[in-house]
């Protein structure tokens, strides 16, 4: 069964602060690994999409970065409006879980100000 | 309109009432799915249609009834309810067999007084 797991639960930052968080996963042929940013009372917004081990992409002051058993989101000098709920998911290739993703618990991001 | 679309935003209903969620999704996906996500919660996926057929139910009480007259849209019939069902649900659709991943509804807040 596929498995993913974020770290920390909440992290609060400064705003200029830079920091990273974790989504560590186990899965049965991985896929794609996916990375979601939400918003209170909102629904899930696609940020980026990671296929294989030593990728990367960036959006602005996010990067995300895959290894063969984590993915780690950076930010560089948050602003308050990147405070957002961040979700990992991974798009595995076996059995029950063809074409399901498993998400993770997420992390809470607050920057202030 | 483009993208997942769910109506209403917002739902207040009493516990005897008989509700309907919708979904239409204008993506060309040939996968549905219901998600609950409840306050400082990880989403719970409901039920997943693929092809117009239910191919799980992750133990849902029977108060939830989905329904998916065809690829573009989902109903969640509600009826019955208690306190403890209120939450965002969100409509999610994808594209089984791509390595794509979801794309989110803005979800219907739901609140059972």
């Known amino acids: 069964e596929d498995q993913v797991t974020q770290s920390p639960e909440a992290l609060r930052l400064q705003e200029g602060e830079s920091s990273s968080l974790n989504c560590s996963y186990t899965?049965?042929?991985?896929?794609?690994l996916f990375w979601y940013r939400q918003d209170p009372g909102k629904g899930p917004e696609f940020l980026f999409t990671?296929?294989?081990a030593g990728e990367e992409k960036e959006k602005e002051r996010l990067k995300a970065t895959l290894t063969k058993k984590e993915s780690f989101l950076h930010i560089t000098a948050p602003k308050p409006e990147d405070s957002a709920t961040y979700l990992c998911a991974v798009l595995g290739a076996g059995g029950t879980s063809y074409g399901k993703l498993t998400f993770g618990q997420g992390t809470i991001l607050t920057v202030h100000p | 309109e483009t993208g997942v679309t769910q109506t209403p935003r917002h739902l207040v209903m009493g516990m005897t009432n008989k509700k309907s969620l919708k979904c239409e999704q204008h993506l060309g996906h040939n996968a549905m799915y219901w998600y609950k996500q409840s306050a400082k919660k990880p989403l719970e996926l409901m039920f997943v249609y693929n092809f117009k057929e239910q191919t799980e139910n992750n133990s849902v009480p029977s108060r939830f009834s989905p329904e998916c007259p065809n690829s573009s849209h989902l109903f969640l019939h509600l009826h019955t309810l208690q306190p403890e069902d209120s939450a965002l649900y969100l409509c999610?659709?994808?594209?089984?067999?791509?390595?794509?991943?979801?794309?989110f509804g803005s979800g219907t807040r739901l609140t059972v007084v």
């Open positions: 899965v049965s042929g991985l896929r794609g």
């Open positions: 990671l296929y294989s």
């Open positions: 999610a659709s994808s594209q089984v067999g791509s390595n794509y991943g979801y794309t």
